[in-house]
């Protein structure tokens, strides 16, 4: 008599376990790998939805500019909530703010990327939480949507210039044809790695970089209480002897233009400070 093959039952007991479990951790889990009881999901795609049809996308009375762009990123995600839960806000929110609020040593106004907005609402989420209270879903999507754009207007900005957002309204991303910033932002919200993709899109030519940086001096200098006075007087030239030519001489070495030399006589206006004028000193970049 043949006896049964008890053995096998164990597997097959935890492949059933397999199919049945993990369905519904990742139902449970939803698009954004936290706590998704769709309620944001639906009043996010009722938004979208109803801005559609309309000239100017607006939310909380700011302009969404990236407005034929941020319906279709929406609809690849099943209009699943890029940076917010029924809970809260993902980690990554806060790495987006970080570099937004950084973007002044760029020459960029954060303000341009609805950063007041973005902390307003951010706050009342955390009060909300703080107090145990019921989320807002309409807190949620509005916050979720400046997030987006603020996100894909920065990286434009980054990678072909700042240009008016009035003027721009939903062209903007044509400027830029050879980067995909949907896909761009999908990759580095997937990832957790919006803050990397962020610094990656900065040009990093030397030209570039230089700009950066005597930017952030220039601001230190119009900080300082000992910054150089403005110039006066006449046009100054190679071989001139006036009492201009030591305040030029003091607001070049201030600016990093002209290096110092204790032997270096004060008087006249000679080769090394016509070099530091036009820029040509090769030791001052």
């Given amino acids: 008599m043949l006896k049964p093959k008890t053995h096998i039952f164990p597997g097959l007991l935890l492949i059933i376990v397999l199919l049945v479990v993990f369905p519904m951790l990742f139902q449970a889990r939803g698009l954004a790998g936290t706590k998704d009881s769709g309620l944001v999901r639906d009043h996010l795609k009722k938004t979208i939805e109803s801005v559609l049809s309309q000239n100017h996308f607006t939310c909380r009375g700011e302009l969404i500019c990236g407005a034929s762009q941020i319906p279709l990123f929406y609809e690849q995600r099943g209009f699943s909530p890029a940076w917010c839960t029924d809970d809260g806000v993902l980690p990554q929110t806060r790495s987006l703010i970080e570099e937004i609020t950084g973007a002044y040593a760029d020459g960029l106004r954060p303000d341009d990327y609805h950063l007041a907005g973005i902390v307003n609402l951010l706050r009342e ?17 509005d916050l979720d949507l400046l997030l987006t754009d603020a996100f894909m207007l920065y990286s434009s900005h980054l990678l072909a210039g700042r240009v008016n957002p009035e003027t721009m309204h939903t062209d903007w991303i044509v400027e830029i044809p050879a980067n995909d910033l949907i896909g761009t932002l999908q990759s580095a919200l997937a990832s957790n790695q919006v803050k990397e993709t962020l610094r990656g899109l900065r040009p990093h030519n030397p030209g570039y970089l230089g700009l950066r940086k005597y930017l952030a001096q220039y601001r230190r200098l119009a900080k300082s209480p000992s910054r150089p006075s ?56």
Wanted: a negative charge; glycine letters at 6%.
């Fill in 125 to 141: 989420v955390e009060k909300r939480q703080a107090m145990e209270e019921v989320m807002d879903p309409e807190i949620l999507v």
């Fill in 230 to 285: 403005p110039l006066t007087g006449k046009i100054l030239r190679k071989g001139d002897r006036t009492t201009s030519v030591q305040p030029l001489r003091e607001r070049l070495t201030a600016l990093g233009d002209l290096v110092r030399s204790d032997q270096e006589q004060e008087d006249p206006f000679d080769e090394r400070l016509e070099q530091a004028v036009s820029g040509s000193r090769k030791d001052t970049v």
